[in-house]
């Protein structure tokens, strides 16, 4: 049941989610093409969890205990390590609506896991269908640019952007299964922190890290929008979203999103915008909202 509140305020976090979400990837992507991706992602989540752990520090909030601190960094590394970590990288080598169009199958990829790695088969006829068109929206897209020419490190991009979204959903079920104690947004500031250092080390170990002098500035404002608004300000409005509007209407964020990254990519970024692409992207997005559809029935009976 939805907490009473303010409407309008509710609908202005969700147009604010769907409109930030969509344009941080084209913000990662703008960023991975004038430094290293692995870079903007531990600068950014650096930035974002300081600034959250700061303010609940100097609020006098505790520091987690062992056992939360090992669910932090393990949640840390498959949402913010893998998830955002790839995600960031793959943008160096494919657009940002492609990986934002990509990122959108978190609900069919949450299904394929509760079916293969955690066997509950309880899903319905129509969650079936959902997965079925989903992915086969986003293999039309892949297929209709699989023949044209592409930079290097093509299909690496496709495979970790894929990678990322399936920890994500792995994270996105661990957390439904365990119950930390802590600050839902505190215990976001530590995630983004761990995870931060683990990005960094792969950034390192890589060789996908430069000095902070030769950053340009442009780049700087980038990873600040991407901190404040991408992680921290649309953090908050979606949690206000998802308790003051009906899960159906909050979910919108999941359909809008990839079109938005690829609106947006298109106009600043110059990146292709097809008919295809569009084509691919309807597709896709009719098969999470199946998907969506079938798991809100099974939840209201």
Known sequence: MNKPGNKKLAYFCLAVTCLVWGTTWIGSRYGAQKIPGLEVSYLRQFLAGVLVLGFFLIKGAKLPTWRQFKWLLMVGFFMFFLNNGLGTWAVHYISGGL????????????????????????SNKLTYAGLLVGIMGVVFVLYQNAFGPHPPGYIFGIVICF???????????????????????????WQMFLASIMIFILAVVTGNNIAFSRIPAAV??????????????TFIAFIYTLRHLPAAIASLYAYINPIIAILVGAALLHEALTINLLIGSLITVAGVYLVNYSLRKEQTG
């Not at 990986?99 to 309880?122: E, Q, R, T, W, Y």
């Not at 990873?223 to 992680?231: E, P």
Request: hydrophobic letters at 55%; glycine letters at 10%.
């Open 99 to 122: 990986g934002a169009l990509i990122s959108a199958l978190n609900p069919i990829c949450m299904v394929l896991l509760n079916l293969f790695i955690f066997k509950k088969k309880d």
């Open 163 to 189: 990678i990322g979204v399936l920890a994500w959903s792995l994270g996105s079920l661990l957390i439904a299964q365990n119950k930390l104690g802590m600050n839902p947004y505190y215990a976001l500031g």
């Open 220 to 233: 700087w404002e980038d990873i600040s929008f991407l901190s404040i608004a991408g992680s921290i300000g």
